[in-house]
């Protein structure tokens, strides 16, 4: 396989970035530079992150917070529950997410319906991390963050993009779904080019590991940093 052609768990391969001189706390003058990360699936959000917070930047997945909502005592477990029965409940009364993923990915109102459940605890929860955070800047990761209101709150959005087919493969070998799986998950969300045009900055994940660093590397040095 060649370095142009890279799946997600490949790209998470890459050597760390050298960290640049970010201020490592934040004053009451000086609030945490928010980055809001999204993207559709399997465009290379993860790995930009983590690039992201290679170079010094605290990194929050809104997406994982949302499943740890769901938790058992967690803030939307009941909710959840009550709303899609104990069909969706594993032995052991945890939440079965690939039982409530196959209701909510083949019924586009069952997925409204937990987003309702869910982003408004996940996102009072993630407000509290960056307040608590310590960093000079945040990158919050979130699929849904346009969709949800999240993007208000956020000084820039990031957003990555690749081919359909770059989007397939990734799918394929990462997650081990078929061809038709994958593109049912990728038509299943809006088009990429809804999350572009509100995009400040766009990062290509299609190309080279270096191609993708390099371009991290470029809207990273064009931050606001505060003075420490």
């Known amino acids: 396989m060649t370095e142009e052609h890279l799946s997600e768990e490949e790209l998470e391969t890459c050597d760390p970035l050298p960290a640049i001189n970010v201020p490592h706390a934040v004053s009451n003058d000086c609030l945490p530079y928010r980055i809001g990360l ?10 930009v992150g983590q690039l992201l917070k290679d170079l010094g930047a605290a990194y929050i997945d809104a997406d994982k917070v ?3 909502m769901m938790l058992p005592g967690a803030a939307a477990y009941q909710a959840v ?3 899609f029965g104990e069909t969706v409940l594993a032995p052991d009364g945890s939440i079965d997410r690939r039982a409530l993923g196959a209701i909510v990915f083949s019924d586009p109102q069952a997925l409204q319906h937990l987003e309702q459940l869910v982003h408004p605890a996940t996102i009072a929860e993630v ?14 990761e979130a699929i849904k963050l346009l969709e949800s209101g999240m993007a208000e709150t956020y000084d820039a959005i990031w957003v990555t993009t690749c081919t359909e087919e770059e989007q ?3 799918l394929e070998n990462s997650r081990g779904l078929n061809r038709t799986e994958a593109l049912h998950r990728i038509h299943a969300q809006p088009p990429q080019a809804e999350k572009l ?17 390099a371009q991290v590397l470029v809207a990273w040095g064009k931050i606001p940093h505060c003075d420490s």
């Open 38 to 47: 999204t993207g559709n699936i399997a465009t290379g959000k993860s790995n």
């Open 81 to 83: 529950v009550a709303h």
């Open 66 to 68: 949302a499943h740890e």
């Open 127 to 140: 407000e509290h991390r960056i307040q608590v955070s310590g960093a000079a800047v945040v990158v919050v």
């Open 197 to 213: 045009a509100r995009a400040d900055v766009i990062i290509d994940t299609g190309g080279t590991k270096a191609e993708t660093r």
């Open 168 to 170: 397939v493969y990734r």
